[in-house]
């Protein structure tokens, strides 16, 4: 099948533009966990907050909407499965299930999930469909995160939402215009090489 064939292929998402294999679906989980991985050590320390800013909420609806929902669950699953196991790789090197900012790894889980299912509709061709998905995505994210924080910390939940959230409401904004302008480009390339 060729590539412009599967470029518009109805359903498709980036990762479907490879050609399809066992061992390409393992290598996206692979790289998609290790790219969340290494994207959770960017972390930049708020002050008042338990929770950093990382990239790796970046990562995870990156990963999601370009591999679609099985293999962007897939990958956040290995992802977070590995890091409750004792792998250092969440936000500064940590590890495990008990930290307060482990309910943003399941928000994460669950956002990669609904975005890639919506990327299969086509939810990642144009910047404003992009914009959309990354909200939502993020939205998802806080949506268990922030409960979570607020849980496992014993904070208020107006509390948790100053500390969890609002702090980090313009790095996502950022995050969201990257993916607009990288996700669309990419289909756009895609159609020129087919």
């Given amino acids: 099948m060729s590539t412009a064939s599967v470029s518009f292929r109805p359903g498709a998402v980036l990762a479907d533009l490879l050609p399809a294999s066992r061992v390409r ?6 790289g998609g966990a290790a790219l ?13 907050s338990p929770v ?26 290995l992802y977070a499965l590995l890091g409750m196991a ?18 943003y790894v399941l928000g994460m889980l669950l956002a990669a ?18 914009a959309g998905t990354m909200v939502l995505g993020s939205a998802l994210i806080y949506a268990v ?5 607020a849980l496992s910390t014993g904070m208020s939940l107006g509390a948790a939402v100053a500390a969890g959230l609002t702090p980090f409401l313009l790095g996502d904004a950022l995050k969201a215009a990257l993916a607009m302008g990288a ?5 756009k ?3 020129r090489r087919g």
């Fill in 189 to 191: 390339l895609a159609g």
């Fill in 52 to 77: 950093p800013v990382t990239g790796q909420t970046f990562a995870a609806l990156l990963v999601g909407t370009a591999f679609g929902a099985r293999r962007g669950f897939l990958a956040l699953a």
């Fill in 86 to 103: 004792g792998l250092p790789w969440f936000a500064n090197g940590t590890s495990g299930a008990g930290g307060a900012s482990f309910g």
């Fill in 25 to 30: 679906d393992i290598a996206l989980v692979v």
């Fill in 183 to 187: 996700l669309p480009a990419a289909w």
């Fill in 36 to 48: 969340t991985g290494i994207a959770a050590q960017i972390a930049v320390p708020v002050p008042g």
């Fill in 113 to 130: 999930t609904v975005v890639g299912a919506l990327a299969r509709r086509g939810a990642d061709r144009s910047v404003a469909r992009t």
């Fill in 145 to 149: 995160g922030v409960p979570y924080l």
